[in-house]
């Protein structure tokens, strides 16, 4: 495929530029776990350089150092972000690890590499930068607060945008500028490349849970991450071969065949969710609507819509939101998001569970806040159903709970921000 094509004519094509020369129309599905070394010498040198984060040698020599479908999505992802490398991971989390890990092989001479982590972010992500496991020294810290925080030795700087769960958008022109020159790292899942680019916009690191959109159906457990750092890229493959956090070439298949229709599913449940964010701010029951506005100064720039998820808090607290999860009857009750169904689940008592509560509450996740994530269905069949279930749930608020006064408070965030 020649360069200069538009996102969507790359996203249908990115993967598949040698399948005319190979005489196939569907992406090949190699599941070798080991494959042939005749040439002992060349099979020496190959694994020397694998074993080191080479991206090909002559002889793939085993599927943990080398492994062409999930190459083949690599190259595909790397194209719709616009960088040079990506290297794929058993899921979204391993990914994460993988680049903090990097960064021990990158400064092997830090005891513990300081990193600056932006709250609120995906609950595993602030589990795992909390925990220590990866020998980081992790600090967190607001947009705010990065130029005064930022170190001479500081590594890395993680950021989530938009956000989890609150969807706040964090501009990242202005991130990087406050990292002064030190490698920023944008959780890009929510965005995927279809809205937002971080790379463009001087992000060193782009990582997705390709469990989400790429691989869009809900079947796929993966994690990716691009960039155009040659160094970094290396070592990424580095740590994926020494802790065989590798994505399946099943997984990677899928997701390269989710890719042509991904700015397709985006834009259309982006389309629905901004009529069901309108439905939800015009309901008694729901004390606020967190939703991208249409006036939004990122909009148009840094992202180029408003995206497909919904959080809002219901006036009845708790009580409302567990009423509302069992209420629904189209919508599927589960963690997770972006896939072709709509999803709805309670942050607080389940992806954010892990989070510290005075975190969580500081971080605006409050035990009424529902998050939806809206798929591909009829918007007026979830309209329907979101009805029902809040007139369900509206039945079981506590005693006290003033629909009316709340209905007033109905906040857009980013007329927040
Ligand atoms: C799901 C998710 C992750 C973790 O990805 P897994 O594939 O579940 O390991 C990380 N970040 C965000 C924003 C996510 O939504």
Not at 254 to 263: D, N
Not at 372 to 381: I, M
Request: with cysteine; proline share 6%; glycine share 8%.
């Amino acid at each position: 495929m020649k360069m200069g094509y538009d996102f969507d004519t790359s996203a249908v094509h990115a993967g598949r530029e040698d399948f005319l020369e190979l005489g196939v129309h569907a992406a090949p599905l190699d599941l070798s776990s080991t494959y042939p070394i005749p040439d002992l010498e060349e099979g020496t040198a190959s694994l020397e350089a694998l074993a080191h984060g080479a991206a090909d040698a002559p002889q793939k020599v085993y599927s943990r150092l080398n492994q062409p479908t999930v190459a083949r999505f690599e190259g595909a992802l790397a194209k719709l972000e616009g960088a040079e490398h990506a290297v794929a991971y058993a899921s979204g989390m391993a990914a994460l690890t993988a680049v903090l890990l990097a960064l021990r092989v990158r400064h092997s001479e830090d005891a513990r590499p300081h990193v600056l982590a932006l709250r609120p972010i995906y609950g595993g992500s602030d589990h795992l930068l909390d925990h220590g496991l990866t020998g980081c020294e992790v600090e967190w810290v607001s947009a705010e607060e990065v130029s005064r925080k930022v170190r001479p030795e500081t590594r890395l700087i993680i950021a989530e945008t938009p956000a989890n769960p609150t969807l706040k958008w964090l501009d990242l022109e202005q991130l990087v500028a406050d990292a002064q020159g030190t490698p920023v790292m944008i959780d890009s899942t929510f965005a995927t490349p279809v809205l937002q680019t971080p790379i463009a916009h001087g992000a060193t690191l782009v990582m997705h849970s390709a469990t989400k959109f790429l691989g869009g159906h809900g079947d796929v457990l993966a994690g990716i991450v691009a960039t155009s750092n040659d160094e970094w890229a290396a070592a990424l493959r580095h740590v994926r071969v020494i802790t065989g956090a590798c994505m399946h070439p099943m997984a990677a298949y899928l997701c390269l065949r989710s890719m042509p229709t991904l700015a397709l599913r985006v834009r259309r449940a982006t389309e629905s969710a901004t009529e069901l964010a309108g439905f939800l701010m015009r309901q008694p029951a729901v004390s606020a609507v967190h939703y991208p506005k249409a006036d939004h100064p990122l909009l148009g720039s840094q992202m180029l819509g408003r995206g497909s998820l919904i959080s809002f808090e219901l006036a009845g607290g708790y009580e409302a939101a567990a009423a509302l999860m069992k209420a629904v009857q189209l919508c599927t009750p589960a963690v997770s998001l972006g896939s072709t169904d709509t999803l709805i689940q309670h942050p607080a008592g389940l992806t954010h569970h892990v989070v510290p509560e005075e975190e969580r509450v500081a971080a605006g996740i409050t035990a009424g806040m529902i998050r939806l994530s809206v798929g591909l269905e009829s918007v007026d069949d979830l309209q329907r159903d979101l009805a029902q279930a809040l007139a369900v749930a509206a039945t079981t608020a506590p005693m006290g709970s003033q629909p009316e006064a709340a209905s007033s408070s109905v906040v857009d965030q980013a007329a927040q921000s």
